[in-house]
Nanobody
Framework: QGRLVESGGGWVQPGGHLKLACKAS????????MGWYRQAPGKEREVVATIFSTGMTNYGDSVLGRFSISRDNAANMIYLEMNSLKPDDTAIYYC???????????WGQGTQVTVSS
């Protein structure tokens, strides 16, 4: 069973920038599509960015053009660079495989991102 550890969240004003990191101690990491998910209060968890084993990426409409996902297979890391942050981006951010059941890893604790003035 693997382990997922997210970091890099915090409080930022609208228009600000944050970079999240995820250490994925998952066997076969380099073969999986990996993604960043978020869960806002009272809402279901949703995937906002995906990076495939090929390096191709996919983004949700709400973050397209503002967020950028990347991965370092040698270090079992994925990253999410977030620009032009909006209050609607406030959520707990998690990483996992896409779909999440593929990794066989439990969800990590996530990292809180709060965007407010």
């Amino acid at each position: 069973q693997g382990r997922l550890v997210e970091s890099g969240g915090g409080w930022v004003q609208p228009g600000g920038h944050l970079k999240l990191a995820c250490k994925a101690s998952v066997i076969g990491f380099d073969r999986y599509a990996m993604g960043w998910y978020r869960q806002a209060p009272g809402k279901e968890r949703e995937v906002v960015a995906t990076i495939f084993s090929t390096g191709m990426t996919n983004y949700g409409d709400s973050v397209l053009g503002r967020f950028s996902i990347s991965r370092d297979n040698a270090a079992n890391m994925i990253y999410l660079e977030m620009n032009s942050l909006k209050p609607d981006d406030t959520a707990i951010y998690y990483c996992n495989s896409v779909p999440p059941e593929i990794s066989g890893s439990p969800w990590g604790q996530g990292t809180q991102v709060t965007v407010s003035s």
